[in-house]
């Protein structure tokens, strides 16, 4: 067995880390080989709570957890991290927009840029998942000028997830028969679902979404705000955000960060425009990212942009713009 790869989850005492941490620790995203040094980081408030998970996972006589450090110290946290899963933040309520969490939540990833700046490994591969994600992951590579821009990324793979199962209960088929849907933009109500490139296999051929589905109006329409809508779905159904589904969408990020993509598939993910597709360089934006073997993501390029798609990739990097403005001036103050 290798040596303990140091992974990170904030946030730990919380509703996301329920079922990631214990998706980690079983080996479903660094594999079943990989021994875990696992860092759980909370607020003091939260110490308790936190202990009551670390006192969970001891139950649960993981082989492949080597230790488990409960802590309310960043400098404890983040050091010689390789993984850095940032959750903790304040999720919105029924009624808000994320945009409404930015002032509140902005300030914690500009300390922990600072602390995985002084304290983490130069590797570090790092998700943000609290909201606003983008912009949060936008703060955290500022703050953290030694860790290289192409480290930081945003969680916008739940979009991809829904999006696919939305399409797979459509034509009547199995999501595992479903891929490239593209995640554009914020991981918000104006992110651009874009099927353009997204195949479907019915009875072992595949079809690209548009003749597999028959029904342009709903691709068009429905489809897209479903997709929007669905964080805000869920908060008035639950009353409380999406966990489950948001953990499992973080495990599937990092594992294909982790192990690469399959040939012929991409994954969304929010990362630091580099100016492709007409994007502001320095947005955390989400794009197709092809993922090699050893770690490292190119973003695809060439796809096709029509006038429907060029409209809403606009919309939703003028929600980002706006964003940033404002969390630097939160930041700055
Ligand atoms: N990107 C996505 O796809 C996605 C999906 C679902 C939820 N989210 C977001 O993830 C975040 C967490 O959601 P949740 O349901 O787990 O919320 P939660 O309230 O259940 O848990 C958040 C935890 O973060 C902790 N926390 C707050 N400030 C912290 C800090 N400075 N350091 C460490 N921990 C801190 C809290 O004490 C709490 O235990 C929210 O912002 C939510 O909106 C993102
Ligand atoms: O929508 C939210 O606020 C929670 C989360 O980002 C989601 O998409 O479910």
Redesign the pocket.
């Known amino acids: 067995m290798s040596e303990p790869l140091r992974v990170l989850v904030?946030?730990?005492?919380?509703?996301?880390?329920?079922s990631l941490v214990i998706a980690i620790a079983r080996g479903e995203v660094f594999g079943t080989n990989q021994p875990l040094d696992l860092l759980l980081?909370?607020?003091k408030?939260?110490e308790g709570?936190?202990n009551g998970v670390v006192m969970e996972l001891q139950d649960c006589a993981l082989p492949l957890l080597n230790s488990v450090t409960p802590t309310?110290d960043?400098s404890v946290?983040f050091k010689d991290i390789d993984v850095a899963c940032l959750?903790?933040?304040?999720?919105?309520g029924e009624g808000m927009e994320?945009k409404d969490?930015l002032a509140a939540?902005v300030k914690?990833f500009k300390?922990?840029g600072n602390s995985l700046h002084q304290y983490a490994k130069k590797t570090v591969k790092v998700v943000?998942?609290?909201?606003?994600?983008n912009t949060n992951a936008m703060i955290c590579s500022k703050y953290a000028p030694s860790i290289p821009k192409e480290n930081f990324s945003?969680?916008?793979?739940?979009?991809q997830n829904r999006a696919q199962s939305q399409i797979a209960s459509r034509v009547g088929v199995k999501v595992a028969d479903v891929r490239n849907v593209i995640i554009w933009g914020n991981?918000s109500s104006t992110q651009f679902p874009d099927i353009s490139q997204a195949q479907v296999k019915v009875q072992d051929k595949l079809k690209d979404v548009r003749s597999a589905v028959q029904d342009d109006s709903w691709l068009n329409n429905e489809f897209i705000s479903t997709v929007q809508k669905r964080?805000a779905a869920v908060i008035a159904a639950r009353k409380?955000?999406?966990?489950m589904?948001?953990a499992k969408?973080?495990c599937d990020h990092l594992r294909d960060w982790w192990f690469g993509t399959e040939s012929g598939t991409f994954t969304p993910m929010g990362v630091i425009s580099d100016g492709s597709y007409g994007i502001e360089a320095g947005l955390v934006y989400s794009f197709p990212v092809e993922i090699a073997a050893d770690r490292t993501y190119k973003i695809v390029q060439g796809i096709n942009i029509d006038n429907f798609a060029r409209e809403k990739m606009d919309a939703t990097k003028n929600e980002l713009i706006e964003e940033r403005d404002l969390a630097i001036s939160v930041c700055e103050d």
């Open positions: 904030t946030g730990a005492a919380g509703q996301i880390a329920y980081l909370d607020i408030p939260m709570v936190l309310c960043e946290a959750v903790g933040s304040m999720p919105r994320r969490l939540n914690i300390t922990q943000v998942v609290g909201n606003p994600a945003c969680l916008t793979r739940l979009d991981h964080g409380l955000s999406s966990a589904s948001a969408a973080t």
